[in-house]
């Protein structure tokens, strides 16, 4: 890995959409959006980039939140459904493995979870998730558990034929054949006819759910708090931040913000 501060300016300049994951990349410390943090995400969209969230939060909250946020779609649950803005209404694009029948695969999933480890609670957001089951193992204090244990449930989960992935607050969980990966690809060629956007999208992200999409984008950036999951990823991101959470997430947009306005002052002979 690699400061961001080293990105090259022809790197930069490719750069058309931004995948983001939210928690523990936008949020601080305190789970919260900083003024700061999304004042960038407003500078990025009037730059002209393609903002989208990529995230285990629940379909409830992103059905609402495309409607406020200053991004182009929120793909949630872990890549089960994205909502974007056509002509001012809201759309949903569904991963089309989502099964039909969520409430059985629920309960085969919390069993063996509970089976595991029945220290493990739902995620308090569940009742507003479409197709994902939550775990909460790192969201409160007072049910936090370690990594390792979180592993552990993951995998018992997964012996009963269900995927999912761990965040820094949750073990997501379901019955389908996507993830955030899969569906970003997906919702990029479906939405936008982008057969590559390996040539023209970064990922910033912070957790080990967040191997996949490192491995894939050759422009991927973690925030500095993803060095304690680093052990446990098999593929790290090109570039890391100087800064955690959301303050990092800032710092690259920064330099890219400044490498768009350069080229741009440069086009039409302007000063800097």
Same mark, same amino acid.
Request: hydrophobic residues 40%; proline residues 5%.
């Given at each position: 890995m690699k400061n961001i501060n080293e990105i090259t300016e022809n790197e930069l300049l490719k750069i058309k959409f931004i995948l983001t994951d939210i928690d523990g990349t936008l949020t601080g410390s305190d789970?919260?959006? $900083?003024?700061?943090?999304?004042?960038? *995400?407003?500078?990025? +969209?009037?730059?002209?980039?393609?903002?989208?969230?990529?995230?285990? +939060?629940?379909? =409830?909250?992103? $059905?609402?939140?495309i409607m406020d946020w200053p991004v182009d779609a929120i793909i949630a649950e872990s890549g089960s459904i994205a909502y974007y803005l056509e002509n001012g209404s809201r759309k949903e694009f569904i991963h089309p493995s989502v099964p039909k029948d969520r409430g059985s695969a629920h309960e085969e999933i919390k069993r063996a979870a509970f089976a595991r480890n029945p220290k493990i609670k739902v995620s308090i957001d569940q009742y507003s998730r479409f197709n994902d089951f939550a775990l909460n193992y790192g969201e409160d204090e007072e049910d936090r558990l370690t990594f390792e244990e979180a592993k552990e449930i993951l995998e018992a989960v997964k012996a009963v034929g269900a995927a =999912?992935?761990? %965040? %820094?607050?949750?073990?997501?969980?379901?019955?389908g054949d996507y993830d955030k990966l899969p569906m970003s690809l997906l919702f990029l060629k479906e939405h936008y006819g982008i057969e590559n956007p390996e040539d023209c999208a970064v990922y910033f992200g912070d957790a080990a759910n967040d191997e996949e999409?490192?491995?894939?984008?050759?422009? $991927?950036? #973690?925030? #500095?708090?993803f060095m304690k999951y680093a052990e446990? $990823?098999?593929? *790290?991101?090109?570039?890391?931040?100087?800064?955690? =959470?959301?303050? =990092?997430f800032s710092e690259a947009a920064e330099i890219l913000l400044t490498a768009r306005k350069n080229k741009i002052a440069e086009k039409y002979n302007l000063s800097r």
């Open positions: 789970g919260k959006i $900083s003024p700061k943090t999304y004042e960038t *995400l407003w500078k990025l +969209r009037e730059a002209g980039f393609k903002i989208i969230p990529v995230t285990g +939060r629940t379909a =409830g909250w992103a $059905s609402v939140a =999912g992935n761990i %965040s %820094s607050i949750h073990v997501n969980t379901w019955f999409m490192f491995g894939y984008f050759p422009l $991927s950036c #973690a925030v #500095a708090n446990f $990823s098999k593929h *790290l991101p090109t570039y890391i931040t100087t800064f955690e =959470g959301g303050e =990092g």
